[in-house]
């Protein structure tokens, strides 16, 4: 259960607000977000797993307070950055994955083989010695996925997971997302992806403007953009 009490983000060095305080409960097992580049998503995404904390108020998950707790937090919930770059730090895949499993395995031996099992059970069980330079965007956004997932959270926050990634892989990797058996946030411009869930987000101008049924999130984010797209200023 993730819940966000009047949870408000300021940028730091100039004070202006980026996240509105917000309350939500969420706690439904597909949940997107969506909404205009700048509005607030990734901040709202990044709060959950205390990589953004709130300058007021408060986001709890299983009842930790991510401010106290964020270590303990960021195991219960994993994160899916766009680029995957961003969270791919070793050589190869498999140390990749090892080092995922640092905490949760003592025994190199051990770690060895639950990395490799881990690679095998997304696809990439050939790819354990290879560079994580050499393998595809999509290749390299599964590997991610793998790490994330050995820590065994309770959620995977996803911001824009597909975003990079040709045809095929996001068909592939939004597939394996969804089959995931644990809750799922994910931030998508897709819109035909965000109505996936069971409820959606729209945030506008750093605030939920639409909480609700995944099409009429979809309709009312369409709206929202043709009207300022019509009225700049409005
Ligand atoms: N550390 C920061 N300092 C100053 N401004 C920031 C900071 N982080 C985010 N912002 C600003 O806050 C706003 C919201 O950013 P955020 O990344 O949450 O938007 P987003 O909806 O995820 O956008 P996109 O769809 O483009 O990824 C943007 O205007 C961004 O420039």
Redesign the pocket.
């Known amino acids: 259960m993730i819940e966000f009490k009047e949870a408000a983000?300021v940028?730091?060095?100039?004070g202006?607000p980026?996240?509105h305080p917000t309350t939500l409960t969420l706690d439904e097992p597909r949940i997107t977000?969506i909404?205009?580049?700048?509005?607030?998503?990734?901040?709202?995404?990044?709060l959950i797993n205390g990589l953004?904390l709130p300058v007021s108020g408060s986001v709890h998950v299983d009842g930790l307070d991510t401010r106290k707790h964020g270590a303990l937090v960021r195991r219960k919930v994993g994160f899916l950055f766009?680029d995957p770059s961003a969270q791919l730090i070793m050589p190869t895949a498999l140390e990749d994955v090892m080092l995922s499993l640092r905490r949760v395995i003592r025994s190199k031996n051990e770690r060895v083989k639950a990395a490799m099992a881990a690679l095998e059970d997304i696809g990439l069980g050939d790819k354990g010695d290879v560079s994580v330079n050499a393998l595809s965007g999509g290749q390299r956004q599964l590997l991610a996925l793998a790490g994330v997932l050995t820590a065994t959270p309770l959620v995977v926050v996803a911001?824009?997971p597909t975003t990079l990634l040709d045809l095929r892989w996001k068909a592939h990797v939004g597939a394996l997302l969804q089959a995931l058996p644990i809750q799922l946030i994910e931030?998508t411009?897709d819109l035909e992806a965000a109505t996936k869930a069971q409820r959606t987000l729209v945030?506008d101008e750093?605030s939920v403007v639409f909480d609700g049924d995944p099409s009429d999130a979809v309709a009312h984010y369409r709206n929202l953009m043709f009207r300022k797209t019509r009225e700049p200023n409005a």
């Open positions: 983000v940028a730091p060095d100039t202006v980026i996240l977000i909404g205009a580049n700048g509005s607030g998503k990734s901040t709202l995404a990044r953004a766009t911001d824009e931030v411009h945030i750093g």
